[in-house]
């Protein structure tokens, strides 16, 4: 081998050992955010936390974060979030309810819908059972365990899965899950 192809061939090696390093460390430190980022803070450990409580892992957990987020915190909030959470799940509560009996009076399909989604009823203690009121951030005069504010991030969770996902159905699920009982089961005290 003369002396200008082994230059070349060594140049060569060196290339694709330094381009094969690179690679590695990349992806060492890929595999490095993945498992300690999301433990990063107790915060992030707490949506850790709820993922596995909900049964549902985010895509973008950024928008978990911020259905976490009550508007006296931050500019970046989960206002417009719980409104679209709570029309999720009005949606799949009128489904359920129709589904059960196209007969409902529109009094009746009105009144079991307020029902879940007044904040003095079942989104405060479905959110406090969750433990809401220990994860979402608030100013600090603002009281956490507020019904108001666990009701809209409770609320938020679903519209950020709805979003995660890009359509509301297995969201409304999710929430099913999450409340337990059943549209036709008992009364009121049952949402
Ligand atoms: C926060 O709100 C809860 C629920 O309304 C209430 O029980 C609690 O006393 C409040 N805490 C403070 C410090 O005001």
Request: hydrophobic residues 40%; charged residues 20%.
């Amino acid at each position: 081998m003369n002396s200008g192809r082994f230059a070349f061939t060594l140049s060569v090696i060196l290339f694709f050992t330094i381009i094969l390093n690179i690679q590695k460390s990349h992806a060492a430190n890929e595999v490095h955010d993945r498992i300690f980022k999301p433990t990063s803070s107790p915060f992030s450990t707490a949506l850790e936390t709820l993922q596995k409580q909900i049964g549902y892992d985010f895509q973008n957990i950024g928008l978990l974060r911020r259905a976490m987020t009550h508007g006296s915190f931050s500019e970046e909030n989960n206002r417009a979030l719980s409104i679209l959470g709570g029309n999720v799940i009005e949606t799949s509560a009128s489904l359920r309810l129709l589904g059960k009996d196209i007969d409902i009076s529109s009094k009746d399909l009105n009144r079991r819908l307020s029902e879940i989604s007044k904040v003095e009823s079942s989104c405060t203690s479905d959110g406090m059972r969750l433990g809401l009121q220990k994860v979402v951030r608030v100013s600090p005069k603002t009281n956490s365990s507020a019904p108001g504010v666990v009701c809209s991030a409770f609320r938020a969770m679903f519209g950020a899965i709805a979003l995660d996902i890009g359509k509301s159905d297995d969201a409304g699920d999710i929430f099913w899950n999450v409340h337990g009982g059943d549209v036709g089961v008992g009364d009121a005290l049952a949402w």
